[in-house]
């Protein structure tokens, strides 16, 4: 692992409740920064001390070692790597899965690097106490047990460095199956999303079309109604009329009749006083009953106020 493979690291999106890409982000250059300065003072103190032990002239040499711990790392520990926590997002977030087992396998190398370091300060620190005259020159000498410790480290740092990539390796798979199960996740969310918002659709579209049946059917029904209610009404109105014409004619017939009998009664009474007339003419043999009957005429043509012509044309 190298802090480009630290800074080059991609994690999956996750719908919802995702981790802060900013803070993974930000913490992923910190750690890559801590893991490059902590793998650049390994490989100088693995060089200083190689050229030391091998017999080279220390004159040539910096004249001191390069520091075991530089400041860029003096705050940061495995279990401060695997310590660390970000705020999450509702939408859009890192996956804390992904997150959280890259942080392991970043926790485990640089813990890998910690130690190699300490093993190389401690030789360091054997190597300055068995001699501080460093700075003369001295013919080359060979120290068979730094010489066996130092291909121990390397075959040690070798076997970290291995067991890294494998683990890096595994990491990838986890991270790419947890990648896999997220989209499925993803995909399986968004299908039930357009699954309940088509049912939604249809059932709106079924509400509506059932409203619209409804309506047309009481508009069909109402003009049912109005239609049998204007047909009675005529119906009614016809019959009504059918009715006043008889009776027109009825009371034209009645009218009629009561005229006709008017009339007869006039040339009844008129007949009477004809007879009467007549006795009387009969009965006073001096002319007196021709002038009572002239005045009786004067009178009752007065009286009723009209003769039997004037009923007829009234007929």
């Known amino acids: 692992m190298t802090p480009e493979d630290i800074r080059s690291q991609g994690f999956s999106t996750r719908l919802f409740h995702g981790l802060s890409p900013k803070e993974v982000g930000a913490f992923i250059e910190d750690v890559a920064e801590a893991f490059g300065a902590l793998q650049k003072t390994n490989a100088s103190l693995a060089a200083w001390l190689k050229a030391v032990e091998g017999g080279a002239d220390r004159s040539r040499l910096a004249p001191e070692p390069p520091q ?114 997220a989209m499925q996740e993803v995909e399986a969310l968004l299908h039930d999303a357009r699954k309940r918002a088509q049912a939604l659709v249809d059932e709106a579209t079924e509400r509506q079309a059932a409203a619209l049946a409804e309506a047309e059917a009481s508009k069909s029904r109402l003009q049912l109604e109005a239609e049998r209610y204007m047909a009675e009404a005529t119906e009614k109105a016809a019959s009504l009329t059918v009715e006043a014409r008889e009776e027109e004619r ?18 009844d009474m008129r007949t009477t006083l004809n007879t009467f007339h007549e006795w009387l003419e009969a009965v006073d043999p001096r002319g007196r009953a021709r002038d009572r009957r002239d005045t009786f005429e004067m009178s009752g043509t007065s009286g009723n106020g009209f003769d039997s012509s004037d009923g007829l044309k009234a007929g």
């Open 250 to 267: 009825a009371i034209r017939k009645e009218i009629d009749r009561l005229t006709q009998s008017h009339i007869q009664l006039l040339d």
């Open 68 to 181: 075991s711990h530089p400041p860029e790392i003096s705050w940061m520990t495995p279990d401060d790597i695997r310590s660390q926590r970000f705020s999450t997002r509702f939408l859009y977030g890192l996956s804390p899965e992904e997150v959280g087992a890259f942080v392991e396998d970043v926790a485990e190398a640089f813990g890998a690097l910690q130690k190699t370091n300490a093993s190389l300060a401690a030789r360091l620190k054997a190597v300055e106490g068995a001699d501080r005259s460093w700075l003369a020159p001295e013919p080359p000498q060979t120290h068979p047990p730094v010489d066996q410790a130092l291909r121990d480290a390397e075959s040690q740092a070798e076997s970290v460095i291995r067991a890294a990539r494998e683990k890096e390796a595994a990491a990838l798979g986890r991270v790419e199956l947890l990648r896999t199960t």
